[in-house]
């Protein structure tokens, strides 16, 4: 692994890693909705001139048809995964959804089998034993820690779930769409989708922008535009696996800065979860699983 991805690795992971406590602090002081709209539309906009740049490079020729794909794609990640996410970050400690949501290597591993027909081994069954052990311990659902709520817990495992979905369906028409392109577009119309809910349900939609612009405007081209775009670049640079080890540092990471800024306790089951999802990420990870690799769109 070169200098260059090891930095797009880290730059991801440490983005990513600020993303619950931003979000927590964000949501108290705005609407879920709303900061789930304003992200992703930042977002998705943000990363529309790299997606220009990937289509004049020939890496992108969309048909009609698949405007409706990422539309699909869009709801299916911002309105039901990341709405989700957001809802339970607001329901559970900070560094409780943090890792909880780094598990979703693990539903991606599950969906591949099912959609990708790729064969489930038992380095794979393995990985899911670890991560699911690793879940229970962050849960611990005979006591659960003061802060968070199975509300909370249930909210970021579906999160995780649905973006595992996400993931490999997006693979589907990756080769002719486009990476960055596809994620861009469908961040976006993902984001009108919500926009609509949020005007029938009559919620705030420029409301306390201007009292908490920098928040929103480092959750939006930070987190989400700049986060995603190293990730893209670490998957150009190497392939998918390789980036998505970002999702295995982040559980260590993100706790350290929910302890830092939020004051979250960790507990011993917090660390041992933590690992438990860190080696099953790892297994995962290790084992090659390649949603995409360089030169796949040229094929």
């Not at 029938?200 to 929103?216: E, Q, T, Y």
């Not at 989400?224 to 540092?249: C, E, K, L, V």
């Not at 800024?261 to 297994?283: Q, R």
Request: with cysteine.
């Amino acid at each position: 692994m070169n200098k260059k991805v090891i930095a797009y690795v880290f730059l991801t992971a440490l983005l990513f890693s600020t993303m619950e406590v931003v979000l927590k602090v964000g949501g108290s002081e705005m609407d879920s909705l709303q900061l789930t709209f304003l992200r992703f539309m930042i977002g998705g906009v943000f990363l529309v001139p790299f997606a220009w740049k990937e289509k004049r490079e020939g890496r992108s020729n969309i048909i009609f048809g698949d405007y409706l794909w990422m539309l699909f794609l869009g709801i299916l990640c911002i309105p039901f995964s990341m709405l989700a996410f957001q809802l339970g970050i607001m329901n559970s400690n900070a560094s409780t959804a943090a890792v909880l949501f780094s598990v979703n290597p693990l539903f991606t591993m599950l969906f591949a089998s099912i959609i990708l027909k790729e064969k489930i081994t038992s380095r794979k069954v393995l990985a899911l034993i670890l991560g699911t052990g690793g879940i229970i311990l962050m849960i611990r659902p005979w006591d659960m820690q003061e802060g968070n709520s199975v509300l909370g817990v249930v909210l970021m495992i579906s999160a995780s779930l649905i973006f595992g979905l996400y993931t490999v369906a997006g693979k589907l028409r990756l080769q002719r769409i486009g990476l960055i392109t596809q994620t861009s577009i469908s961040f976006i119309l993902g984001s009108l989708v919500l926009l609509a809910v949020m005007f029938f349900m009559k919620r705030p939609v420029l409301d306390g922008i201007a009292d908490n612009f920098l928040l929103v405007l480092y959750i939006g081209i930070f987190v989400t535009g700049f986060g995603y775009y190293f990730y893209f670049m670490a998957i150009r640079h190497s392939d998918a696996s390789t980036a998505s080890m970002a999702f295995y540092i982040k559980p260590a990471i993100a706790p350290i800065f929910a302890v830092i800024f939020l004051k979250d306790i960790l507990l011993w089951n917090t660390y041992l979860g933590i690992a438990l999802i860190v080696v099953g990420s790892f297994i995962t990870l290790s084992g090659k699983v390649r949603l995409w690799k360089p030169g796949d769109q040229d094929e």
